[in-house]
């Protein structure tokens, strides 16, 4: 018995963390997608774009010659994050309207 208690709670452990990483992560897609209903798309994602740029470039010190592609790139990246956001919302909307109604 304290063999089998050995091995489950450590893999319990990892699993719990990855659930509870995975949620907070769904969570703040959620709230970026919330934010863009209510400032907009074009402005919520060019603000994210330009914090992820100033990012790379003093904290990972990169080039700044190449701060336009950082941009762009970054700002293709955050209109993926918020269509996935909404993506969550809508599921999210309609399980929990599912399970109100039933």
């Known amino acids: 018995m304290h063999r ?5 709670i450590p893999v319990l452990s990892v699993t719990l963390r990855f659930l509870w990483r995975t949620t907070v992560l769904i969570v703040r897609t ?27 470039i003093l904290e990972y010190r990169l080039p700044s010659i190449y701060a336009q ?21 809508s599921f999210t909307t309609v399980f929990l309207v599912m399970w109100l109604v039933r």
């Not at 089998?4 to 489950?8: E, H, V």
């Not at 762009?72 to 969550?88: D, E, H, N, T």
């Open 4 to 8: 089998i208690l050995g091995r489950i």
């Open 30 to 56: 959620i709230g970026i997608s919330l934010v863009s209903f209510i400032h907009g798309v074009p402005q919520t994602t060019a603000r994210m774009a330009a914090e992820w740029e100033s990012m790379l």
């Open 69 to 89: 592609t950082y941009f762009r790139s970054a700002r293709i990246l955050a209109v993926v994050i918020v269509v996935i956001g909404w993506i969550f919302f």
